[in-house]
């Protein structure tokens, strides 16, 4: 595509001479404005990607893909319903849960927390649950002894071993009137699922100590479903309505998480255009930086037309020399962005024991590391982006190049 002769020209322009100097320093920021631009492009959609796999993974793994709960009330007579959904081609486990708010009380300090009752079984199959296990056995997760979030623990000052007292929201009669129902448990359990929600606010019970404490009885308050594939669960889903009475609400949790999945689809998408901006500007330096190249070496450009080089090989050589800067910088920044992305971590660490600030807070981003997932076909198409938004920014300035008149350059020399 380009002869030996185009290739030469165009090599030679892109170093610098003295008197060539503001040209090159144009065409240098023209490269780092591309290599930056796409380091940066990679990095924050690759850090975006993370955190959305990580936080729907996380979510995934400590609820049910699809929920199944009554209408109105608790859900009665549930292991009849458990083995009828069991029966449906997909299913790959259902578990029976309740979940309920109560309030916690520890030596005077209360906070409220969602108490959730699973069996023993049902807790070593949470793998992040089980792999979460901080300090404890799972064979202590039995009667009165219960399993606390690391955050909660430490807010409260909680030990394998601490005793706590739970007051539910429901009331008794009692001699002086109604009464809160309240029970006293010991902490056998301390885990950490990496989200700081659920290390703050959750406390795990047994299913049969759950059911006593609420009364409730061969009652749940919900199902959850385990399918195989979390992203395509529309036919289980559709085979599940079908199976179920009008009595019995259904969802999976896309309709759970529906405006937070949106949100982290409308801000991925919305940061991908902003940053877009930054490649766009890198490829405007480019065109200032050729036209300022085709202007200075608009004699050059005579002389060679005159020796018998075409309209078409001076456009040539000059897209050449601007596809040279916006393609090296956009291989760079690939190459840098990449890097970063698969060290993010380690960077955050350095950064903050370098600054002494906390860059990342679990309070805030409710995860305890900061992830990156790279999607290679995502860097693909950054990579591709920069390549025709650089080929482009050359068409002009070379389209001029090659519309340069001999006769009227040169006539005053």
Do not use: C
């Not at 601007?322 to 760079?332: D, E, H, N, R």
């Not at 198409?381 to 482009?392: D, E, Q, T």
């Amino acid at each position: 595509m380009f002869n030996p002769f185009e290739r030469m020209v165009a090599w030679r322009y892109l170093r610098a001479k003295k008197a060539e100097g503001f040209v090159s320093v144009i065409a240098g920021f023209s490269f780092l404005g591309i290599m930056l631009g796409v380091a940066t492009l990679i990095i924050v959609m690759s850090v975006m990607n993370g955190f959305r796999a990580e936080l729907i993974g996380r979510i995934l793994g400590l609820n049910g893909h699809i929920s199944i709960s009554a209408v109105q009330g608790d859900l009665p007579g549930y292991d009849a319903i458990r083995q009828e959904i069991l029966k449906i081609n997909g299913v790959v486990d259902v578990m029976p849960s309740i979940e309920k708010q109560a309030l916690l009380s520890v030596n005077g300090a209360a906070t409220g927390v969602m108490l959730r009752g699973i069996s023993a079984a049902d807790f070593a199959e949470k793998k992040e649950l089980y792999e979460g296990i901080v300090t404890g056995d799972i064979a202590n997760f039995n009667d009165t002894t219960i399993a606390v979030g690391s955050e909660l623990a430490k807010s409260l000052n909680l030990a394998i071993g601490s005793q706590l007292t739970i007051i539910s929201p429901q009331v008794k009669a009692g001699p002086f009137g109604a009464v809160p129902r309240s029970r006293s448990y010991t902490v056998g359990l301390v885990f950490d699922v990496g989200m700081y929600e659920y290390n703050r606010g959750f406390i795990f019970v047994p299913l049969d100590e759950a059911q006593k404490f609420f009364q409730m009885p061969n009652k749940v308050s919900l199902l959850e479903v385990t399918t195989p594939n979390p992203a395509h669960l529309d036919e289980i889903k559709r085979a599940i309505i079908k199976a179920m009475p009008p009595s019995i609400r259904i969802s999976d949790w896309r309709d759970t998480n529906h405006s937070f999945y949106n949100a982290l689809q409308v801000e991925r998408n919305v940061m991908f255009l902003i940053l877009t901006l930054i490649i766009i500007v890198a490829a405007f330096n480019i065109i200032s930086s050729m036209i300022m190249l085709v202007k200075d070496k608009s004699k050059d450009i005579a002389i060679m037309r005159t020796v018998g080089a075409g309209r078409g090989s001076i456009l040539k050589i000059f897209i050449l020399t601007g596809s040279l800067i916006g393609f090296m910088g956009t291989f760079f920044g690939a190459g840098l962005g990449i890097a970063f992305a698969l060290n993010i971590e380690s960077v955050r660490e350095f950064l903050e024991g370098l600054t002494g600030t906390e860059l990342f807070s679990a309070e805030i981003y409710f995860l305890s590391q900061l992830p990156a997932v790279i999607e290679w076909s995502e860097v693909i198409g950054i990579v591709g982006m920069a390549l025709f938004l650089s080929l482009a920014a050359t068409l002009y300035p070379a389209w001029r190049a090659s519309r340069l008149d001999p006769v009227e350059v040169l006539r005053y020399e």
